[in-house]
């Protein structure tokens, strides 16, 4: 399933634990600057050959955002 991928990297990048992310998880939270959300986009795009544009990547503020773009795409 897409989120557990998405969740799965995301927890690698930011050094978590699964229970830390959710869908309603902010890159707030997992205190994400831009440059950690452009590796992580690029990361993304790999795995699940997807592209992300910037006015994308603008628009997420949660991990729910993420998946659901992924799932559209």
């Known amino acids: ?3 557990e991928r998405v969740q799965k990297m995301i927890c690698e990048q930011f050094d978590l634990e699964p ?3 959710t869908l309603a998880t902010t890159m707030e ?3 994400a600057d831009s440059l950690d959300i452009y590796d992580l ?6 795995a699940f050959d997807v592209e992300f544009h910037e006015e994308d990547m603008e628009e997420f503020k949660t991990v729910g955002d993420i998946v659901r773009f992924i799932e559209n795409n």
């Open 41 to 46: 986009a690029q990361s993304l795009e790999s």
């Open 1 to 3: 399933m897409i989120f």
């Open 29 to 31: 939270d997992v205190n």
């Open 19 to 21: 229970e830390q992310v």
